[in-house]
């Protein structure tokens, strides 16, 4: 038999090749993008809604919401999937501190191979709502309740 030393040259070209094709055309995400996006829902005439986010390595940054108003941030999942991000949220003398993307200890989980992630984190009087969407906007019925102010 005959030894081709060129062949495991040529299949690991075939591959790469394959790969950019279908992450070209969006056929497959192997690394989508996160989109967290929060939305001051409370009422008119209260407090502005303080939210902080914050990574190992980033910090977002301390926004400052009118009722009606949003604040977004997009990252990316990093190579060894352990990703953390969690928020302080500030309304009055109500606050609440939690992951907002981390594996699968957070309402926004990511997926493997799958389209980007909209994480919507809606706050009200009642408490903090969330919605997972392909799709910036989801419909009020998407969002579930998640956690209470303390």
């Known amino acids: 038999m005959a030894y ?5 040259i040529q299949l690991s070209i075939l591959v790469s090749f394959v790969i950019n094709i279908v992450m070209m055309t969006n056929a497959l995400k192997f ?3 996160i989109t967290e996006r929060f939305i001051n829902g409370l009422p008119k005439n209260t407090p502005v809604l303080k939210v902080h986010c914050q990574s190992k390595d980033d910090d977002v940054g301390v ?10 941030f997009s990252f990316h999942q990093n190579f060894l ?5 969690y928020c302080k949220f500030e309304w009055g003398s109500k606050s609440n501190t939690f992951d907002v993307f981390y594996k699968q200890k957070s309402p926004c989980r990511f997926k493997l191979f799958k389209a980007d992630i909209y994480c919507t984190w809606l ?3 009642s408490g903090i ?6 799709n910036p906007n989801p419909s009020p019925s998407d969002f579930r ?4 102010w303390l």
């Open 4 to 8: 081709y030393p060129y062949t495991k």
């Open 31 to 33: 690394n989508p993008t």
């Open 63 to 72: 926004r400052t919401l009118k009722v009606g108003e949003k604040f977004d």
């Open 81 to 85: 999937g352990n990703t953390h991000f």
């Open 123 to 125: 706050m009200r009087d």
């Open 129 to 134: 709502f969330f919605a997972r969407s392909k």
């Open 145 to 148: 309740f998640v956690y209470p």
